[in-house]
């Protein structure tokens, strides 16, 4: 099992789509989790990589325009040398600028998603997404927002012409962040599931609560969005079984 001890925020639920200010410094991060979700990480970019990464030939430069922005805000415990990333978990990743995702997904804990403006909408061009919380990055891909978000609870038309005002309003240097939270039977952090097969509610027994730090910038070049997700799961320990009356 790869667990965080506690979540670094306030889960206290908030009105949906419950956008906060995101503070400098504040983008990516490292924790005591960072060895184990790296190892996961890699181990599916190895074996399942069509399945947690794709991008589409006109979103490259946004995409590396994405690994140079992370690269100059590497996290502590991350340091760049030269063509040269050194991580907390004793590895060393060459940069490589013509496979700007798989490069990221061997530094950061967190997944990338590139958001572009396509007519009215912004499309998913891009990601590396090896964490996905009950979603494919298949069904995704090449989509706009508002089908991004089938078959998610309480997205109707009214929020999601909210959410994508919120995107065409995001300044370069001044992000967003929010947060989810669910509870789930299992903690593995690879959790994908199709439109049609919807993931069953945690059960009153579930003892696994999963939050994704979800932050949103915008790149100054190609002025793109990047959604980028850190994931925590924390063991909150067995549940009380709910007595029945027969």
Same mark, same amino acid.
């Given at each position: 099992?790869? !667990? ?11 009105? !949906?789509? /419950? ?10 991060? #490292?924790? $005591? ?19 947690? +990464? ?12 994405? !690994? ?6 590497? *996290? ?8 040269? &990333? ?5 590895? &060393? ?6 496979? *700007?995702? /798989? ?6 804990? $967190? ?12 499309? +998913? ?18 989509? *706009? ?5 089938? *078959? ?10 909210? &959410?994508?005002? +919120?995107?065409? /309003?995001?300044? #370069?240097?001044?992000? +967003? ?17 199709? $439109? ?29 969005? =990047?959604?980028? =997700?850190?994931?925590? #799961? ?13």
């Amino acid at each position: 099992m790869i !667990l965080q001890k506690t979540i670094p925020y306030d889960t206290t639920p908030r009105k !949906l789509p /419950g956008i906060q200010p995101l503070k400098d410094g504040e983008w990516l991060s #490292v924790d $005591e989790a960072y060895a184990g979700q790296m190892q996961r990480r890699l181990d599916l970019l190895t074996s399942q990589r069509a399945d947690v +990464l794709q991008l589409s030939d006109a979103a490259l430069p946004a995409a590396q325009e994405l !690994l140079d922005h992370v690269l100059s805000e590497l *996290p502590a415990g991350i340091a760049r040398q030269g063509d040269l &990333v050194h991580c907390p978990d004793g590895r &060393v990743v060459q940069i490589n600028l013509q496979d *700007p995702l /798989g490069t990221l997904g061997q530094i950061c804990q $967190e997944d990338f998603c590139i958001l572009e403006k396509q007519g009215a909408e912004h499309v +998913l061009t891009g990601a590396v997404l090896c964490f996905p919380a009950s979603w494919t990055l298949a069904q995704k891909f090449l989509k *706009p927002l508002l089908a991004i978000h089938v *078959p998610v609870k309480d997205y109707d038309d009214n929020l999601a012409r909210r &959410v994508q005002r +919120l995107f065409d /309003g995001i300044q #370069v240097g001044r992000g +967003l962040w929010r947060f989810n939270a669910l509870m789930y039977d299992d903690p593995e952090l690879y959790q994908p599931r199709t $439109e049609d097969d919807p993931r069953p509610l945690g059960g009153p027994e579930a003892r696994y609560f999963r939050s994704e730090r979800q932050s949103m910038i915008r790149l100054p070049q190609s002025r793109a969005v =990047i959604f980028a =997700i850190h994931t925590y #799961v924390v063991d909150q320990g067995p549940q009380p079984v709910a007595a029945s009356c027969d």
